[in-house]
Nanobody
Framework: EVQLVESGGGLVQAGGSLRLSCAASGFDLDDYAIAWFRQAPGKVREGVSVISRSDERTTYADSVRGRFTVSRDNAQNRVYLQMDNLKPEDTAVYYC?????????????????WGQGTQVTISS
């Protein structure tokens, strides 16, 4: 069974840090581009970051560039999202998603597999 499971969410104060983890089972993550998305209540799902499958190039949304870092550990079949200098507007459910074919993108409609999400809440 193909599965993605996020972990690492929680409640932190503004300026703090969290590290999200996305663990894959049933397939090899290194064959996929992996992206992080987030969705706040009443808002559309937003692409946060993506790491490509081959050369590990990374792309970030303007809203998180310089604060968030995506990385992958293919040996552990995991992808991570290090989030620093968190702001209240970063509050959302964070999802990881896997894309088999095509260029790495922050368009959620392109992705094949999704995790169930992990809640991140930033207090002011």
């Amino acid at each position: 069974e193909v599965q993605l499971v996020e972990s690492g969410g929680g409640l932190v104060q503004a300026g703090g840090s969290l590290r999200l983890s996305c663990a894959a089972s049933g397939f090899d993550l290194d064959d996929y581009a992996i992206a992080w998305f987030r969705q706040a209540p009443g808002k559309v799902r937003e692409g946060v970051s993506v790491i490509s499958r081959s050369d590990e190039r990374t792309t970030y949304a303007d809203s998180v560039r310089g604060r968030f870092t995506v990385s992958r550990d293919n040996a552990q079949n995991r992808v991570y999202l290090q989030m620093d200098n968190l702001k209240p507007e970063d509050t959302a459910v964070y999802y990881c998603a896997a894309l088999k074919w095509g260029i790495s993108t922050l368009d959620p409609y392109e992705y094949d597999y999704w995790g169930q999400g992990t809640q991140v809440t930033i207090s002011s």
